[in-house]
């Protein structure tokens, strides 16, 4: 028994898996690291001091028989002050630094230094602006590291989480009021996020990617980003035609093509490793599948199954491939 019960025991322990909360890489996953490690050290103390004491009692004042019976008293005053004063000590150790930590993490101020990014939380999707700088993107973004990112948060439709696990600081995003939290990412890497919050039928699909990029990577993201969307042209012309054709450009923006803004922003699609809010790689077979029926792909998607047939829905997969 004890083997099968340490095999599923190990299995829920990705020290280091995407969604691990193990491995900080922000200031204020440290911060909670650090005070899971100072309660988790307090709790070892504590059960080896009263697993010592019983293990003591009841070895020293086990039944034996023929033995006499032991002094009775009654009360002691003393013991009494010590698990009284005791106690107290333990809990005034373990909320000093827990308040401090809760009044860092929920400051909602902006940081006079800090890039601002507007997180919105659609069904079920997310969508990520960068005021002041021009950039829109969907589901994937970019911030640089060693850098304060404040995350405003925003809920167009129905109560949804904003939770990267290496970052820590987990924060609801609520309709009709703004949200924010500020993060340091200290380590360049790709890291995943999810929706914390039931949201609906595809909550378990609402995932999301953020890079953090060196400084200067982040920079050119950024040129990228905010260059107009260009195409492989001839190669892709019949694909363009299609969607520029289409109801596509009710929902979705690509720059200089339509200006939709019920779905995702398109403009730079191609350059994105994911669609469907991390559910797919972003290649052209499963990006065909999607354009073609996203509703069998994805429960609850909003984005209707569109008769097209193979040969189109590959031109129009080929693209928003080409928008990079």
Known sequence: MLVPAAA???GGCAWDGPMSTLIARSDVARDVLDLYALITWASIVIAVVVFGVLGYALLR?????GAPLPPQTQG???LEIAWTIGPALILLLIAVPTVQVVFRTQIQAKPPDALEVVVRGHQWWWEFSYPGLDVVTANEFVVPAGRPVYFALEGPDVLHSFWVPKFGGKRDVVPGRRNAI?????TPGEYWGQCAEFCGASHANMGFR???ATPADFDRWLAAQRAPAVDAGAA???GKALFAGSACVGCHTVRGVSTGVLGPDLTHFGSRRTLGAGLFPNALEPLAEWVRDAPRLKPGVKMPAFAY???QARALAAYLLSLE
């Open 76 to 78: 002691h005053p003393w």
């Open 309 to 311: 047939t193979d040969e």
């Open 8 to 10: 599923v025991s190990a």
């Open 236 to 238: 892709v012309a019949a």
């Open 210 to 212: 953020v890079v953090v």
């Open 61 to 65: 004042f086990r039944d034996r028989p």
């Open 182 to 186: 500020t993060v340091v990412p200290d």
